[in-house]
């Protein structure tokens, strides 16, 4: 089977503007192109059937690739790198090539389905969209050891309102992560 023609849903081999996440590739003109997230699934659901589900619901293919990043990142380990991402969907699926891995990403992303925090030194971690209505967490690193913590998304609400209301800044604290030092490495 080539891909050419295998229903919305299957995985098979993507045809080549699916793999690219090529603007105008087959399903990829729905609603999240501009990079909003993609409806929620059902309270409780399976977290890899549940992203799947927002991309078919957004009129997006599912691929083998998609469906191995998927499967990685719900197993909850951590915020891995785009190269610890990809070395363990090498070891779970080693017929995906590392260059569509990164491209897989790079399009999960922008659909919304994955999100990413940079973690400074150029870094970034990736980790599954959390779905509407659910808010997105923010993160804090510690400088010493390099751990990472999740934080409740609203933490920082009175900041954001501050910058708005006074500085006329809109500020995206979910990209970012606060730095630190964990109670273990002060200790």
């Not at 927002?54 to 785009?82: C, K």
């Not at 050891?145 to 910058?163: Q, S, Y």
């Not at 992560?177 to 273990?184: F, I, P, Y």
């Amino acid at each position: 089977m080539t891909g050419q023609g295998h229903a919305q849903g299957d995985v098979g081999l993507p045809r080549r503007a699916e793999v690219l996440g090529e603007p105008g590739g087959p399903g990829e003109s729905g609603p999240a192109r501009a990079g909003g997230v993609l409806g929620a699934a059902p309270e409780g659901a399976d977290p890899v059937e549940a992203a799947l589900d927002r991309l078919r619901a957004g009129g997006h293919r599912v691929t083998e690739a998609r469906r191995a990043v998927l499967e990685v990142l719900a197993t909850g380990e951590g915020h891995p790198s785009a190269d610890e991402l990809s070395a363990r969907v090498e070891a779970r699926h080693p017929g995906i090539h590392r260059a569509t891995i990164y491209r897989t990403v790079d399009r999960l992303t922008t659909l919304g389905v994955v999100t990413h925090v940079h973690i400074g030194g150029g870094a970034t971690a990736y980790h599954l969209a959390p779905g509407e209505p659910t808010r997105e967490h923010l993160h804090a690193i510690c400088s010493s050891c390099g751990r990472i913590i999740d934080l409740p998304g609203d933490l920082l609400d009175p900041v954001t309102t501050w910058l708005a209301t006074t500085a006329d800044f809109t500020l995206a604290p979910a990209h970012v992560a606060l730095s630190g030092v964990c109670g273990t490495c002060r200790a």
